[in-house]
C-alpha cells in the first residue's frame, strides 16, 4: 500500500491576529499546562537567551489571556526583573486551546534529525555560556552524534580564545557506533598517559588527539 503524503486537506486558516508587548507580571500561566521544566532546561535557555537575546515571542490567546506557549520565558523573565516581553496574540476558543496546548511541543518533538546537518550547525556554534555548551553536549550524544568526551561536551564546544585565534583550529569527526568506544577507551588512556604541561593548548580533547597520532606516528 502506497504511502500518503501529507498535505493539509482544508483551507488554511490563520489564527494569529496580531502582536504587541505585555507586562511579564500580567501574562497569565494556563492552568493546563503539564510541561515540568527540569534544571538543565531552565540553565539552557537562561544560557541561550544571554547569548543571543529573545527571539522567540510568547503565544497568547487574545480569548482567555492565557499563554499557549513560552512558559518558561515567562518565568525567566519573572526571575530576572524583565518587566515586558513581546507577545503574539491567537484566537482560539477554549477547547482549541486545550488542542493547541497539547500539541505544539509533541508535534515538535516528532521531527527527526538529520545528523550529518546537525554536526555541521554544531560546529558553526560558538559559545562562552557553560550552560548552552552542556545543552549542546545532552542534545548531540541523545541524537547519537558521539562525544569526544566521555564525561562532557564542554571541552569539545568551547569557543577558541578570544585573542588571536591563528594558533588554533577545531576540527570535528563524526564516528559509527561502533567505533565509540574505541575513540572514548584510546582518550581516556591518552589522558592518563600523556603530560600536557607544556601544550600551548587548553583544550584536553586536542592535546589527547594529537599525542595519540603522534604516538602512532612515531610507532
Known amino acids: 500500500m502506497a504511502k500518503s503524503i501529507a498535505k493539509l486537506n482544508k483551507p488554511l486558516r490563520n489564527r494569529i491576529i496580531g ?7 500580567q501574562l497569565l500561566a494556563n492552568p493546563l499546562n503539564f510541561r515540568l521544566h527540569p534544571d538543565n532546561q531552565q540553565q539552557s535557555l537562561a544560557g541561550a537567551i544571554d547569548d543571543i537575546g529573545f527571539i522567540r515571542s510568547v503565544t497568547v490567546n487574545k480569548r482567555t489571556g492565557r499563554v499557549i506557549d513560552g512558559h518558561l520565558r515567562v518565568t525567566l523573565a519573572l526571575r530576572s ?5 513581546p507577545v ?7 477547547a482549541e486551546e486545550a488542542q493547541a496546548l497539547l500539541s505544539l511541543d509533541p508535534i515538535a518533538a516528532l521531527a527527526a534529525s538529520d545528523k550529518e546537518k546537525l554536526d555541521e550547525l554544531m560546529r558553526q556554534v560558538q559559545s562562552d555560556d557553560e550552560r548552552v555548551q552542556a545543552m549542546m553536549g545532552e542534545f548531540a550524544e541523545r541524537e ?27 576540527m570535528t569527526f563524526t564516528l559509527h557506533d561502533t567505533q565509540v568506544e574505541i575513540v572514548k577507551d584510546a582518550l581516556k588512556k591518552a589522558g592518563e598517559i600523556g603530560d600536557f604541561t607544556d601544550s600551548p593548548n587548553e583544550n584536553s580533547n586536542g592535546n589527547k588527539l594529537a599525542w595519540i597520532c603522534g604516538a602512532f606516528i612515531n610507532g
Open 144 to 170: 547519537g552524534i558521539v562525544p569526544v568526551s566521555e564525561n562532557s561536551w564542554a571541552d569539545a564546544f568551547s569557543a577558541l580564545p578570544d585573542e588571536d585565534r591563528a594558533p588554533f583550529q577545531q
Open 19 to 25: 502582536s504587541g508587548v505585555e507586562q511579564v507580571d
Open 81 to 85: 526583573g524583565v518587566q515586558e516581553l
Open 88 to 94: 503574539e496574540y491567537v484566537d482560539l476558543d477554549e
